[in-house]
């Protein structure tokens, strides 16, 4: 037990009093992921998509059992030494999670944000160390090209066609152990600061153009972001989203400047950054819980290592949908949640 | 801000250093429940279940809207008060929980633990607020019959045949307002500790015996608690589970038994409170995320607030199954979350 100093921040902020540590980490992803540009910085590349099981949803499962089981590792940690783990995926009930974590005996909470999952985790464990109710969590999140389509859209073997907003879900998993110690000195980043996201809807109905119906909500955690914190766009190395791709990053950037603030020169979208979208045919970019997730591991924390960074805001950004609710004629509502990353030291 | 001395308690077990208040409470529900034993105690009953709406699933939505409208009013609250929303359902993709609440603007932290849910947003509400990140949350979760059969099993037109081991998933939803505060002396009770659950796995594969699916989970988090807790069943006036149902609750009690624990005593199931199996046709029991809601905020808060009760352990337990995982032949995991309740004074 230790005493926390940990603050609200304006509306939706919270600044945590000590720093949790990103300890380690690990980025699963098949084999598209693994052509991609950051493909040789992924720490496993499945050479078929099945990952040896079954079914689309077993694939998945494995994905995340693979990425807790590399990050534990690579902190020199069992699953004993966790007190609490924080997972979520896209699936109904999110049963990836279900079936994937399980054999670890972690005592689970479980979140759903859709594509801002991985930042609603961390977010929440963040403040699960920080609060002093734990020393040692894992977040984890996952997607699955398949899965996905099956659960959102068409199946495969239907063979529809893409338009050009379309994003490409990302098959993938990224697992992060947070500490309340930088144990050895070993740790890759520190969580400073968290900002809640709302849902957001601007009445939006195409679920083959998920950037256009999230950007709305990215601008809004962006917006109160800078409010809470009375900061800027210049105060980040990198402001970073999820999975907007093209379409949804020019709706942000344009929607900011009507707000005041220029975000053009430091935003970085993981679903742009994840695929060659001309030479890979993805269309958008990439997307899914599993996008921010593996970009994170693989490559946001390396350039914070490298110092090449020193502070970046990590916004995941989520669709609400889902089959029945598109069917029924809904809207496509959004929602983002921020967590600060700092370079150690 | 305020210093909190929470503390870690055992494996699983937060024991917060200071009270957490519910300061209000609401519960929504359908005519079948209204009709049952718990029915005059509910501030809403539809005369239909479809709420006025088009959709199961819109009605579902609006459970929640007018759940969480009931308990702001009933704390003089506005949704500005609030500085985080803890909010799941069973659909997929929580779309009950994303249409039902976006009106009101407030943070949202989606969790699923499927008819756990209720348990593990009050647990995530309570850590919240304990650790001063929040002096005001919202906590709400919702169910719907036929939402769910649609979502799980068979759409209602179909009329297939229920087992008698089958429960009947409660058309209601729960609010509950937590705050630092006993605002007025008017919170009708205290949170003072948290056990978090594991997924626990026997293997079953029914899904219209849901009871027994859970009941090993809910063994597990109850043997975790009385350990972490160095406490005993006759510590506790009542001992609730969510909608084990009369099938989960003989399983319940068996298998503590073996771990040397007796609950027969003091175990209530908030699934076998709600209906009159014989007289309402529901065989085992009431279930869903709703069904441990309203039976908090209806019958459970009323009991400690009028000092017939002093301390209870309320622990929803959750079926991590999804319609695909069913059909692949998946079987049907279990979790359960803890969360201590007392009396105020």
Redesign the interface.
Known sequence: ?S??????LG??S?KL?RDVYISSSASVVGKKEGEGPLGLLFDMVGEDDLFGC??W??AESNLQKDAVYLALGKAKLKP?DV??IFA?D??????AT??G??SY??????????CSTCG?SL??GA??I??????KVVCVTSSHFASAEK?FRFPLEYGNQRPLSATWTVTGSGAFVLSSENADNKARARITGVT????V?YGLKDSMNMGACMAPAAASTLEQHFSDWSSQPEDYDKIITGDLGTVGQTVLIDLLREKGYDISAVHMDCGIEIFDAQSQDTHAGGSGCGCSAVTLSAYILKQLEEGHWKKVLFMPTGA??????FN?G?SV?G?AHAVVLEKIG
Chains 1, 2 share one sequence.
């Open positions: 037990m005493q926390s100093s940990d603050q609200r509306r939706s919270v009093g079954n079914t949803e077993e004993e007190s609490f979520g896209l699936l109904g009930q999110s049963i279900s079936f974590i399980s005996n972690i005592p689970l909470l479980g979140v759903y944000g859709a609603e977010a929440l403040m699960s920080a609060g002093g109710y734990a020393d659960e809640v996201g709302k849902i809807d609400l949908l889902s089959k029945t609710s029924e809904q509502p929602i």
